[in-house]
């Protein structure tokens, strides 16, 4: 059985400052979504990463994918309150369902 | 403008009325999915349809159904609502299932 697990669940970043939100998962996997949610707003797709080492970026995110220890990794650079929010990772094995993480709620504080 | 949409956005109803939520997409997508959100669990998919007239079942399919009879549509049938299926619902869809979902704006479902 697929597990997606997320780490943290909460945080809290004073603006400019660094962080990794980090997604586990149990079982061999190449495809990998990042999505944001806004309270009370659906989910926006981020990053869709496709293979071992893929890379991506848009403004202060970077996500990778690292397949082999089966971690990915968000990275926020210089936290801006804009980027408040619900992160979710979603983890596609090929024979399951899409399975998402929990969701790490981001709150950006001055 | 490209999007899927949901209907109703909210519903109210009383344990076991059939209740049918819609979900259609314009974008000539094959793949579309219903999840389900509820606090504390994240987001789990109920149904998915990889093109007309094919379904399977999601992590969590007991007490739904789904059909796929046009592209566009994906409507989520409720046969006999019970309280436990109080949620928030989203559909989503993609040109297959490797490539980033487009979601529904969501429907809250409160079943009394």
Known sequence: ELKVEQNPLFLS????????????????????????????KSLESLFVLLSNGAVKQEGRLMASLDTKARLSTLHIT??????????FCAVDSGNTPLVFGKGTRLSVIA | EAQVTQNPRYLITVTGKKLTVTCSQN????????YRQDPGLGLRQIYYSMNVEVTDKGDVPEGYKVSRKEKRNFPLILESPSPNQTSLYFCAS?????????FGPGTRLTVT
């Open chain 1, 78 to 87: 210089a936290a801006v309150h804009d980027l408040s929010a619900t992160y």
């Open chain 2, 94 to 102: 993609s040109y297959s299932d490797s490539y980033e979902q487009y």
């Open chain 1, 13 to 40: 970043m004073q603006e400019g400052k660094n962080y990794t939100i980090y997604c586990n998962y149990s079982t061999t996997s190449d495809r990998l979504y990042w999505y944001r949610q806004d309270p009370g």
């Open chain 2, 27 to 34: 974008m000539n997508h094959e793949y579309m999915s219903w």
